[in-house]
Each structure stands twice: as structure tokens, then as C-alpha cells.
């Protein structure tokens, strides 16, 4: 089954403490990005990446890391969480940033930091 | 800059159909994707307007009109099932691996 696997789904964490959001998708996809979702804000993109160690920033990078070393993963690092990063996270796939309409979304993460 | 306009909520009545609106400010764009999002769920894909025009899925229909910086997404036969909250999408030109979403509308079905 094609699919974008997040984990893990639900994490309550404190201030300082590291913590790695992985993703993973099984469609061969170039493009990945890592969403999160507050409130009234819709979707704001945190960082993207083109193909393997090709990564960027989006719109709201400020304390996030990713790296992108296989095809596949695509996981989204919190070195020193702080309160202002609870939210929810998603991760998407494309097979190409520029033709395709469609981005396949994993089902999210629910990160709490205290 | 670049944005894109939702109402925050929309109300209608099972079986009737909904029109959501998109407009937007941004210079060139590859086309207007439309999400759906359940409450506690993923965002899931519905439509793409690459052209101008009306794409039509099913009850789901989408249109664009670059001209008129403005697209939206109709819903028909409403059922309980497609309240939800829903989201426009664009890829701008000047930074195509960027996606920007709007704020989204929450449509809320009443029987």
C-alpha cells in the first residue's frame, strides 16, 4: 500500500529535550516537505527537499532541522524544543515539485513540549 | 507577497451544494490544488486545476480563472460525511518546490 508513515504519532515532551519526528514513504517520491498545522494558520511549510541531500527551508524553518540522506526518509529534528513548537506535523510526498497536484500526506504527529 | 483567501466557515444543508472560494495574490503559479481535512485526520487530496476551467469528480468540482485570481471548490448532494475543513493550495513560479496553503474553511453540514 503507497503510504507516508510518520512516527510517532503522538509524543509529550519538555523544554531542551531532542527529539526526531521520523517519516518514511514507500512511492519512490523526490519530493518530501514537513508541515505544521496551528489553529487558524492553516498549513505553513517548515522545510522541503528535492531529492536525496537536496533539502531547503519553508516559510517558518526557526528551530528545525531535517536531513535527507536516503530517498525514502525524511526525518524532522527538534535539537532543543521549546513550548512555541506544540502543534501538529505532517509530512508529505510528491513525485515531482513542479507537474504533480497531488501531495500524499502521513496521517501526523502530535507533539506537546512542556 | 503571496497568499490565498478562505472564508474561516461555511454552513449548509445536507443535500444542497456549497460553493468555497480561493482567491489569491501571488504572480504565476503551476495550478490550485484543493485538500480535504476530517477533524483529527491527514490532509487528503481532491482536485487539481492546472488549466483554467472546471474539473469535475464526481459530487466534487473545482475551477480556476487566473484572469480573475480566483478559483473555488463546489460541492454537491452534500452529505453529513463532507463536513470537514477544506484547503486551497498553490505552487508559485518563483519558488516551485514551495507550497502554499491557505488558512482553510471549515464546512459544517446541518441535517
Known amino acids: 500500500e503507497a503510504q507516508v508513515t510518520q512516527n510517532p504519532r503522538y509524543l509529550i515532551t519538555v523544554t531542551g529535550k531532542k527529539l526526531t519526528v521520523t517519516c518514511s514513504q514507500n512511492?519512490?517520491?523526490?519530493?518530501m516537505s514537513w508541515y505544521r498545522q496551528d489553529p487558524g494558520l492553516g498549513l505553513r511549510q517548515i522545510y522541503y527537499s528535492m531529492n536525496v541531500e537536496v533539502t531547503d527551508k519553508g516559510d517558518v524553518p526557526e528551530g528545525y532541522k531535517v536531513s535527507r540522506k536516503e530517498k525514502r526518509n525524511f526525518p524532522l529534528i527538534l535539537e532543543s524544543p521549546s513550548p512555541n513548537q506544540t502543534s501538529l506535523y505532517f509530512c508529505?510526498?510528491?513525485?515531482?515539485?513542479?507537474?504533480?497536484?497531488?501531495?500524499?500526506f502521513g496521517e501526523g504527529s502530535r507533539l506537546t513540549v512542556l | 507577497g503571496q497568499s490565498l483567501e478562505q472564508p474561516s466557515e461555511v454552513t449548509a444543508v445536507e443535500g444542497a451544494i456549497v460553493q468555497i472560494n480561493c482567491t489569491y495574490q501571488t504572480s504565476g503559479f503551476y495550478g490550485l490544488s484543493w485538500y480535504q481535512q476530517h477533524d483529527g485526520g491527514a490532509p487528503t487530496f481532491l482536485s487539481y486545476n492546472a488549466l483554467d476551467g472546471l474539473e469535475e469528480t464526481g459530487r466534487f468540482s473545482s475551477f480556476l480563472s487566473r484572469s480573475d485570481s480566483y478559483g473555488y471548490l463546489l460541492l454537491q448532494e452534500l452529505q453529513m460525511k463532507d463536513s470537514a475543513s477544506y484547503f486551497c493550495a498553490v505552487r508559485p513560479y518563483s519558488s516551485a518546490s514551495k507550497i502554499i496553503f491557505g488558512s482553510g474553511t471549515r464546512l459544517s453540514i446541518r441535517p
Open positions: 512511492m519512490n517520491h523526490e519530493y
Open positions: 508529505a510526498s510528491q513525485p515531482d515539485s513542479r507537474i504533480s497536484g497531488e501531495l500524499f
